[in-house]
């Protein structure tokens, strides 16, 4: 544990009685707080967050309370996850309020359910607050919707990694024609994927727009394909998180293409 | 158009440039507005929402706010897509401030295309503003992530209805054993769902909690399986906006499950 955390020893013969919110922080912009979490972040004693949320979010709390990044990050120390559990269970055992704050919405790719069943088994209560998860602020960045009628009634959000490394999906599901996916964590399992969905048959065309940083102020935009996909992050030397939004591109790459499209009739 | 709205007709010689925000209005608790929109709500001349927008939302905005109600409601009029793009244009060539209000997440079967198109042809800008989606809000409700590591590593937001009818999915790769998605307005599509579902070879106990009016103050919560889903939405006449949670249950449900267990052995 940081050695800044000062935690208010729990009296034995007055047992408090504590809460934990789990909050979405959404992809940065604080704007994209929703009004609940901001209202929390707030009035927040204790903020346990991860490595990515950003700090003019952090900068939102009170000066009095105390922040604990439990990201892993450089040489620092990393925290596991039953860490992170019995750091929770400690804090919200003080009474004071405790938000754990998460990247995004805390229900997609989270980690979750971890941490509210080491809270149960400790008697702590506890509720979740949604967050805007990467996905939609990254379409919305390219100004393009995740379905469209007449395109795609369903959307997938899939994850780069899991714990065995790469994680396995249906591919030949993924890879049909029309479909739409947005990949969370998909910088290091780029060419893995690639592999996959040209295997099952995708066009190397199909295009796939690359969103880094999503809403924050470094946010850039690459319009690539599944082709050039690998080539194109090593190119522009993406490192940040990113999400690769699968079978869309940036409407103005949509727009430029149309009227090259138009222009050769 | 309803008889309240007064628009300022464009002074031909003096053309205002226009800006129209899409705006996602979350599930419906207002406390799950993003920062963002709820400045452009107050900040707005004019709202353009559906009917699903929830009073105290709308009453966010300015006294001196126009809200035009483009939703179908009852035997009231009824807009078309084509009318709803010219209502927008033409408010926005008044050079105020325009926000077009959609409930959840704009990017998400949001029907967002058909208008920033035709905004864009009119040579208007635009920009979207993510909202908490329905299945992030009612994930949140059950107390359960849509993802969890060594369950599933991806999630499908699918629609239970598209422009001709109940709307096709890939039925196999849905009924996978372990899969997970969410249904959006898919009351009147259960049963179709069901049968797709059954004869694919889902297992008739497969979780499926529904949530009707995610995130309000009639938020009803109900723990299904694929079996019983259509028998308990009609005894419970669930005839609000609902999401079906497949692969779900309810963290109750599923902690008194696990004692029943514990009970038994």
Redesign the interface.
Known sequence: MSTQTHITPLHPARPLVGHVHLV?A?PG????????A??LICQAHWIVHDRLIAPEILALAADSAERINVGKQGFGKSWGQPDINALLIRLAQTGRTVVRLKSG??????????E?SAL?EAGIT????????AA??A???L????????RN???????GH??QGF????WR?LA?SGNVFAVYMGIRAARFMQGHLLMQGAAAHTPVSIVEDVSRPTQRIIAATLGTLVTQLTQYEMTGPAILLYGLEP?QAR?AARSCQQAAV
């Open positions: 979405g959404g912009d604080p704007e994209l707080l929703t009004l609940r901001h209202r919405d805390p229900t997609l790719f989270g980690r979750l359910d971890e509210t149960d506890w509720s979740v607050v949604p967050g805007i998860t939609s602020a379409s919305a960045a100004g393009q919707s995740l379905t469209r009628r007449q009634s369903s959307i997938q959000l899939v994850t899991d714990m994680a396995a999906h249906d599901s049909r409407q727009a």
